[in-house]
């Protein structure tokens, strides 16, 4: 594909995006915590951040956008980095959109393999940005890394409360005792993806932070609100915690590598 190419695919999946963002908005269609029966509201299911957790979308929107923009300055033209990830971005912001689309009419199941499909895009675009080069300035670091770091973290945890809400959907409401166990099941899963992240994509610090995040917040929903579980909320709360120390411990590690000194040898260069 030639950049001028990508670089106008990438900006038709943006557009995309946004068309998709305006339904799920509410304005076009249906909010999406009020489609599919307000089965992804944040009262749901035991595994649903609380509301104000879903902000974090604002900054990856804003984020993403800059991305877009990004991609066209001419200096970022021939972008090795931003030759790599052209497809996959496109495609993370073309899934993005298709979910809010499939979520207003109502189809779970069709979203479960939306979002799984994301969050597996997501995870592939990361691992192809490896580190930032030793040139790339703050806002590439920011716009890049931070902003897909974000996307990652969140659609990691946002896939956990989807195949969630999707099961109850369908019929699975079993008592208290069974759901809470499920959902430090889950939780438990979602701490070792963390992980997992953390090892396969060199403790990145969007990740971590957006991980944490989902995680803190259904700790929050369920600690002070509908439904109700201290169980979930605690083990929500340790999920956050071990994503947490589990880049942390990597980027203490990084800090405290030595520099490696070149070394002279006895009749070098002679």
Known sequence: MGDRVRQVVV??????????????FG??????????????????????????????????YAGLIAYVVWQWLPANTRSPRARRIGALATASMVLNGLWLLVTQAGW????????????????????????????AGAAEKLLVDGTFGLYLGWVA????????????DSGFDPEIAIAELWAVAVLAVAALL????????????GVAAAMTWGLAWIAVGRLTSEPASTLTGVAAALAAAVV????????????????????HHPGAGR
């Open 11 to 24: 900006t038709a999946g943006a557009v995309f995006m946004v068309v998709g963002t305006l339904f799920g």
């Open 27 to 60: 304005v076009f269609g249906t909010r999406v915590e009020e489609t599919a029966g307000g089965s992804l509201s944040a009262t749901a299911t035991l595994l649903a951040p609380a509301t104000r957790a879903f902000s974090i979308w604002s900054v990856i």
């Open 108 to 135: 779970l199941w069709l979203s479960v393999a939306v979002i799984v499909a994301l969050v597996a895009t997501l995870g592939e675009l990361v691992r192809r940005l490896g580190r930032a080069p030793a040139g």
């Open 157 to 168: 945890v946002a896939t956990a409360a989807n195949i969630t809400a999707t099961l109850v």
């Open 194 to 205: 963390g992980v997992l992240l953390a090892r396969v994509l060199g403790h990145r610090i």
């Open 244 to 263: 947490l120390t589990a880049h942390g411990l990597g980027w203490l590690h990084r800090a405290g590598s030595p520099v490696p000194v070149p070394v």
